[in-house]
Antibody, heavy 120, light 107 residues
Framework: QVQLQESGPGLVKPSETLSLTCTVS????????WSWIRQPPGKGLEWIGY???????DYNPSLKSRVTISVDTSKNQFFLRLSSVTAADTAVYFC??????????????WGQGTLVTVSS | DIQMTQSPSSLSASVGDRVTITCRAS??????LNWYQQRPGKAPKLLIQ???RLESGVPSRFSGSGSGTDFTLTITSPQPEDLGTYYC?????????FGQGTKVEIK
């Protein structure tokens, strides 16, 4: 069974950089796409971007200028960096595996989520 | 970006009712449509991928249908554990986008 676990600071100051790690266990990170998704308190889901195990990435244009997703296959981890954060970036951040079988991609395994609050 | 619009935003159903949630895409997405259930305080859980393919372990009372721009998630005879918020998500093109969610309460 694939398990994902997010880790990182729960509080980030405005204008600073949010950094999160997703550790994957139970399965190699190789062969898949890995996504970050966020959910502001009481609101819906927003896809931030994905990384392929080879290192190729795709980002949501709404965040593209501030987002970097990277991967360390040797540690079975991938990472999120979001720069110049504001209160609007306060959210629960999820990491998830993106897989495909028939048509398109879906998020089949998720981390439990970590709340990141942007506040001074 | 492809906009996904769900209706209704919330509903209340009794055990044994039939629940229907609709999802409309702003352009045709073929069958590139997935459904998730999010229970309070939990991560979303994949229920259905590619419009109608039920994930392993998901009860058969859940079903999905549609194509193009209009899709439906149906719960026949909902159970108390089906409470939560349901989201549709398109993977036809990036940025992958979600509907705003439908909150389901079970009476």
């Amino acid at each position: 069974q694939v398990q994902l676990q997010e880790s990182g600071p729960g509080l980030v100051k405005p204008s600073e950089t949010l950094s999160l790690t997703c550790t994957v266990s139970g399965r190699s990170i190789n062969g898949y796409y890995w996504s970050w998704i966020r959910q502001p308190p009481g609101k819906g889901l927003e896809w931030i971007g994905y990384i392929h195990y080879t290192g190729s990435t795709d980002y949501n244009p709404s965040l593209k200028s501030r987002v970097t997703i990277s991967v360390d296959t040797s540690k079975n981890q991938f990472f999120l960096r979001l720069s110049s954060v504001t209160a609007a970036d306060t959210a629960v951040y999820f990491c998830a595996r993106s897989d495909t079988l028939l048509v398109g991609y879906y998020f089949d395994f998720w981390g439990q989520g970590t709340l990141v609050t942007v506040s001074s | 970006d492809i906009q996904m619009t769900q209706s209704p935003s919330s509903l209340s159903a009794s055990v044994g009712d039939r629940v229907t949630i609709t999802c409309r895409a702003s352009q045709s997405i073929s069958t590139y449509l997935n459904w998730y259930q999010q229970r309070p305080g939990k991560a979303p859980k994949l229920l259905i991928q590619a419009t109608s393919r039920l994930e392993s372990g998901v009860p058969s009372r859940f079903s999905g249908s549609g194509s193009g721009t209009d899709f439906t998630l149906t719960i026949t005879s909902p159970q108390p554990e089906d409470l939560g918020t349901y989201y549709c998500q398109q993977s036809y093109s990036t940025p992958w986008t979600f509907g705003q969610g439908t909150k389901v309460e079970i009476k």
